[in-house]
């Protein structure tokens, strides 16, 4: 799909605030709202916006508690690796889940209440897996979280 710098402004007004009206997205992005509601209908149906979230603070719900989790495994079969992704997957405090290269194998982010939290979650993430390795770094500040990318200077054309 061929991407041209209105589709960027509007892709980049979205992440910024998932819930403009029509009207405020065309505004921002210098279009007639019939003209930003078609390019709105295509970049959808071709999968690049997924869809729309809000942000929430987390620290008010009580979830203060954001640990990094490294894990190392012996097992790299796709059997044990996708039996290891469903129990991740269904663990509640986990909010971002990657397979890594390097010298480790796996890292989540999760979010919980305190320590008690994360012990509960380590006791599940464990169980029935053999790992070799799990640990914990725990953050204390959020310096850059869930910034989105700057897709105009990202899908510029180097010069």
Not at 23 to 31: I, M, N, P, Y
Request: include cysteine; charge should be positive; aromatic fraction near 6%.
């Amino acid at each position: 799909m061929k991407i041209d710098s209105i589709d960027l402004k509007i892709l980049t007004q979205l992440q910024k605030c998932g819930n403009l009206s029509q009207r405020e997205l065309s505004d921002k992005v210098g279009l007639s709202q019939n003209a930003c509601w078609r390019r709105l209908q295509r970049l959808t149906a071709s999968g690049l916006i997924k869809g729309s979230s809000t942000a929430i603070d987390l620290d008010a719900l009580g979830l203060s508690l954001t640990v990094l989790v490294l894990i190392r495994t012996r097992h790299h079969s796709k059997e044990w690796a996708d039996r290891f992704r469903k129990h991740v997957e269904r663990l509640p405090e986990v909010v971002d889940f990657h397979r890594i290269g390097g010298s480790w194998d796996y890292v989540i982010k999760i979010v919980t209440k305190e320590m008690a939290g994360y012990d509960l979650f380590y006791q599940r993430l464990i169980a029935n897996f053999d790992l070799e390795r799990v640990i914990g770094m725990f953050s204390m500040e959020a310096i850059v979280e869930n910034r989105p990318p700057d897709l105009t200077r990202l899908m510029a054309t180097p010069k």
